[in-house]
């Protein structure tokens, strides 16, 4: 089964420091999400791409996150400097938008901690 | 702005009972798509069920069905025959065709033995 694959699972990391998280979307597929879910906000959008292109990224902070898609297999979500406010769970997804085929396949996540 | 609103933030079901979880949405689109999605605690989001605005005939999948009302922006997921595998949070989502998918708070299930 074709899937989405995000790394790492988990991520423990200090305040200041750098974090990179990976995400691999289904080939072919068109649009790629990142979400961040944390208890008190549920699911947030933070930036999607269609067709490798950014289209929103209004959700995410734009002083220390950002979002790119240097080839139709690889999407990455960098935060720096990381804050403990990040910790959170960060998730990819993909589709094929604006088609008869609409519906969105989640990563397993990755767990950030930022102490 | 698209909105979607999911009012029971927890509920619990006996097993082998049925259960109906509440979504409304708010949107001026005339054509869009609408989803629940499941998040055990393995924290996977699992697509349950997906429902297209122009198709008048309710999705089922299985135990899963939807009861979707158009003109109330009303798309409720009713579990039939619950099982202790479907304790999870249900979401419900929203995509105005090619626009992004937003998402509600979530329900918690869980259903009891």
């Known amino acids: 089964d074709a899937r989405v694959t995000q790394t790492p699972r988990h991520k423990v990391t200090e305040m200041g420091q750098e974090v990179t998280m990976r995400c691999q979307p289904i080939l072919g597929h068109n649009t790629v999400f990142w979400y961040r879910q944390t208890m008190m906000q549920g699911l947030e959008l933070l930036a999607y791409f269609r067709n490798r292109a950014p289209l929103d990224d209004s959700g995410m902070p734009k002083d220390r996150f950002s979002a790119e898609m240097p080839d139709a297999t690889l999407a990455t979500l960098k935060i720096q400097p990381s804050e403990p406010r990040d910790s959170a769970v960060y998730f990819c997804a993909s589709g094929l938008l604006g088609t008869e085929y609409e519906k969105l396949f989640f990563g397993s996540g990755t767990q950030l901690s930022v102490l | 702005a698209q909105t979607v609103t999911q009012s029971q933030p927890e509920m619990s079901v006996q097993e082998a009972e049925t259960v109906t979880l509440s979504c409304t949405y708010d949107t001026s689109e005339s054509n869009y798509y609408l989803f629940w999605y499941k998040q055990p605690p393995s924290r996977q989001m699992i697509l349950v069920i997906r429902?297209?605005?122009?198709?008048?005939q309710n999705a089922t999948e299985n135990r899963f069905s939807v009861n979707f009302q158009k003109a109330a922006k009303s798309f409720s997921l009713k579990i039939s025959d619950s099982q202790l595998g479907d304790t999870a949070m249900y979401f419900c989502a929203f995509t105005g065709g090619s626009e992004k998918l937003v998402f509600g708070k979530g329900t918690k299930l869980t259903v009891n033995p």
């Open positions: 429902q297209e605005a122009y198709k008048q």
